[in-house]
């Protein structure tokens, strides 16, 4: 797997998949940046979103639970001194459906977390991860994963 | 550091960030996707070269250095079991220069792999990260950081 990310001026990057795919990356105004983009930190947290979502869809489908709505927040906290590194990333899953139960998203959640998803595995080296599982805006799950190290 | 990331149906998701950028996510067609935007995974590689390339940009700034062109080209390569996390990251820098010497872009490099760079620090907990740098087209430095780990 290979992507090609190109300098396009003061603190601007553009990405660029194998597949045309482009992701738009800036710094903040305050340390020269222009906020033309996304900062990179945030690209990571969209990462680790997108490939446990697309587990959880993947597996709530096999499941032939029916998906009328699923959004993820994504928050993570930095420690002070460089580099930078993501200590704590809270992760909530809002999904909304009409037929799956509460056990189909639990489980789906925790096969991405425990299993399938490699962003997760990758980040939960550093940081600990916090999960919180919604279905039709009811909490069903909630959890902890990977290093828990003690955050300032 | 908050992000959204919303369900658009199928395998397609659509990550938004507080200043409204947004990352555009998908499968691929042989798991259910439409291609219509980058494998997480691939979102993964473009924060790592957008982060150290900021890093990069801001120090060579600061050295007064003029940048004519910069791309970075990011190879990572996944384990083949679950999660299939990356156990080796490949990560060109090509600068252009007029006036930067080798060992600006050497030093630039290494501060941002040795000390800034918040992604590297996390992806080097789980991937070995193979490090080329290139000045007006010619190799001026290569090194290896994080988990030697021995891989398939």
Redesign the interface.
Known sequence: ???????LGQ?A?R?I?P?G?T???D?APE???Q?S???????????????T??DV??IL?KMRVS?Q??????????QEE?????RQIQLAYRIDSPDATAEQVKRAVRLSQE?????????E???GLEIAVYLNGQEVERFSRGAMVTNK
Chains 1, 2 share one sequence.
């Open positions: 797997m290979q992507v090609e990310v190109e300098y603190m990057f990405g998949t597949g795919h992701v738009q990356m710094a340390v020269g940046g906020d983009g996304a900062r990179p930190t945030e690209v990571l947290l969209i990462a680790l979103a997108g490939c979502g697309i869809v993947s489908q998906i709505g699923f959004r993820m927040a994504v928050e993570g906290s930095r460089h580099p930078k590194v993501f299993k399938y998803c490699s962003v997760s595995a990758m980040l080296k550093t940081a």
